[in-house]
């Protein structure tokens, strides 16, 4: 039979998913209550880290009114049992510089946990990797909260290789479609399909997991918007971000590889060439999603203006050398609606219909934040999400935790979504050795 662990959780666990306190199986959850006091600081803020707040509050609410007093234990669906740890006097951990500081008392509550349970396994639960730290140096087991992760390295390229026989590649090239039978292949994949006897030839294409065949690229020979496609990677997202079929994209790759500048292209020509959407939405998550922008000066536009001048310079690369040239040529765009730059704190509640939506630096999203955005998307809608799980800004996800490479994993093989890695920067050879030797 198996022993039942103590997990003991930290406040940031509680702030970062509500229903943590349900994802430990039959093992007890602790839950300390210097937690519960640090959680009631953020209960009135309109940012996700507030919602999540009264979240929580809700949750152990409910379990208290249906199951007993939280200190004594309340036994969870799963088996388990949760329980707020209440200690007779306030711990003061010994090695601790500041030892008042809530940190201090919250890991000197899992050793009285551990103590006071006849030495029951005890887990000290936090996404803090000072805490983790501190944890393991006193003796402690520390663990990272990982009910959704996934490792940057470990995170499929979109891409598949696919030796085929000799002659099938002109084939291909010909007929705009060939059938393969390959178990490995899955909705949406871009394919590199390589002649056997001659391995310097290859095509590239996209698998039908319906057809169950690869098919030619929508990527048009001249570009989109002027912008032509600079190595495969670049070819497959302009296929996949062009695709009606295709209702969400991610983008990742490092600064320079072209993601924004692509989804622009896309976004510009599906808009306002083919008028197959609405309007274009862009976004850029550089505060926390619902954080208040009032400490800029100006309207909403305005305190946006500093935040989305990557995006302005992107469409003014884009409009350098086409027929609209000039300097903020792209600006009777957003005066006649057709493309809007709207933060991303009054997206909750909305519905966004026949709209091509691009939200950049992705990475910065919690996967919370990123099921509210693809929530909001009505008929017709597309999204794209681009970023570098490198660059990360949010102090509350990490490379593996975040929102952009979580769906990315979790939308793998469906029918309505592609994804694409792109490892080449083509900004410039000097960006490109910047991004490879930092």
Known sequence: MTTKKNYVLDTNVLLHDPQAIFRFEENNVIIPIYCIEEVDQFKREGSERGRNARQIARNLDELRETGGSLSRGVLLKSGGMLRVAVPAVKPVLESALDK???????????????????????????????????????????????????????????????????????????????????????????????????????ALGRYDAVKKEVVALKTPREGIMGVRPRNKEQSFAIDLLLDESIRLVTLVGKAGTGKTLLALAAGLKRTLEEGAYTRMLVSRPVMPLGKDIGFLPGDVDEKLNPWMQPIFDNLEFLYSSGARKGPRAYAELLESGQLQVEPLTYIRGHSLPAQYMIVDEAQNLTPHEVKTIITRSGEGTKIVLTGDPGQIDNPYVDSASNGLTITADKFRGEKLAGHIVLSKGERSDLAELAANLF
């Open 100 to 202: 008042t500081a809530m940190d201090a008392a919250i890991l000197q509550t899992a050793f009285d946990v551990r103590e006071n349970d006849g030495g029951r396994p005890t887990v000290f639960v936090t996404m803090d990797t000072n805490l983790r730290i501190r944890a393991d140096a006193l003796g402690m087991v520390a663990e990272n909260y990982e009910n959704q992760r996934v490792e940057v390295d470990s995170l499929h390229t979109g891409i598949h290789e696919v030796e085929v026989k000799e002659g099938q590649v002109d084939v291909f090239f010909h007929e705009g479609r060939l059938p393969v039978d390959s178990g490995s292949l899955y909705a949406n994949l871009s394919v590199l399909l390589r002649d056997k006897g001659n391995p310097t030839h290859t």
